[in-house]
């Protein structure tokens, strides 16, 4: 792979007038410029559109709401306007929200995306600036200080909670290099691959599409760039005067998840993996719309309260090859009504 590379900035925009400068400006204040930012105004009200069109940003529309919705948009224009070079384009997900805050972000995922042909997801550091009372602040990195700190779980844990072990719907590799978050970029042919797209419902976006393109590629293919940083709001866990108060901050160890920002009727992160591992069951074993599976189970003859099912050997969801000493029970839910 010879020259540049086209790296795509996309983020999707509800409204964001007040903080679109700030994110703009972090990008102009790269040492390499990307090759387009495109905003995807999701039903604005406010200068949204017009103040990124005044920055020299394409801007598209997206009448579904939901970010999910808005950041497939984003994806299915490049995948039509960059549809000859798609293993030369990087797509960048980022939210107007986040401020770029090392100058060599662009920089090094190119480098990075330029060495490695087979690379196909770069993920970094996501930092957030909690504000406290009494002036207060405390700067908490995603990952294992952050779950810890709100109390939230891994996806792992979520797979677990749903009964399952997350290993035997990813690609079979060594050790998982998991990535979810809101910064993430991507080898545009990545989206070209089997069921690889941003949902239209409810669900959270980082989730399904992490999954689903872990399904798919294996960890070597994913890298974390350390120059790849970012610093976001915390408006969706923050009053009015973007103060992390007590009474929110128990909420949301409650609950475990930050509820997204405006959004009244977003899943939460288990009914998400839910959904997520009941769609890929179906896939994989064929299922008609009243079958799903009740359970795994770790010997054939393990016995079973209802005989209106039936018990195959557990496929893995990515390989489909036989995973040994598990099986699925599946059930109808035609017979739960006799």
């Known amino acids: 792979m010879n ?10 925009a509800l409204n964001e007038e007040k903080l679109l400068p700030g994110f703009i400006r972090s990008v102009y204040n790269q040492t390499q410029r990307p090759s387009e930012i495109i905003i995807v105004d999701n039903n604005s009200s406010d200068g949204t559109a017009e103040l990124a069109r005044n920055y020299g940003c394409t801007v598209l529309s997206c009448d579904t709401k939901g970010i999910g ?4 948009v984003g994806i299915n224009y490049i995948l039509n306007e960059y549809r000859h070079t798609l293993n030369e384009t990087i797509v ?50 995603t990952g294992k200080c952050f779950r810890k700190f709100f109390h939230m779980k891994t996806l792992v844990e979520l797979f677990e ?7 035997d719907y990813l690609l079979s590799t060594g050790n998982h290099k998991f990535f979810v978050g809101g910064n993430t970029t991507y080898r ?29 590629i294996s960890e070597h293919q994913i890298k974390f760039i350390k120059e ?59 299922l008609s719309g009243n079958e799903y599976i009740e359970r795994i189970i770790c010997s054939k003859n393990q016995p079973i309260l209802s005989k209106k099912c039936r018990i195959i050997p557990m496929l893995h969801a990515s ?12 059930k109808s839910k035609l017979s739960e009504n006799f």
């Open 69 to 72: 919705a808005a950041r497939q």
């Open 92 to 141: 960048v997900q980022l939210d107007c929200d986040e401020e770029i805050t090392n100058p060599d972000f662009i920089k090094k995922v190119e480098e990075s995306y330029l060495l490695d042909e087979k690379l196909m997801v770069t993920t970094g550091p996501l930092r957030y600036e909690l504000k406290f009372g009494n002036n207060h602040k405390k700067v908490i990195e």
């Open 161 to 167: 909670d749903s009964g399952r072990c997350i290993c």
């Open 3 to 12: 020259g540049n590379l086209n790296l795509i900035i996309v983020v999707p």
């Open 228 to 286: 790849q940083e970012v610093t976001t709001s915390v408006r969706s866990c923050t009053d009015h005067d973007g103060v992390i108060t007590t009474k929110k901050l128990k909420n949301i160890r409650k609950i475990g998840y930050i509820k997204p920002y405006r959004s009244k009727n977003s899943l939460s992160p288990q009914r998400t993996v839910d959904n997520l591992i009941d769609t890929i069951d179906k896939e994989t074993y064929k």
């Open 188 to 216: 545009a042919n990545v989206f070209q691959l089997k069921n690889v797209y941003f949902p239209l419902d409810n669900s959270w976006e980082s989730i399904v599409i992490s999954v689903r393109i872990q399904q798919q």
């Open 319 to 330: 390989t489909l090859n036989i995973i040994p000493n598990k099986f699925v029970v599946i």
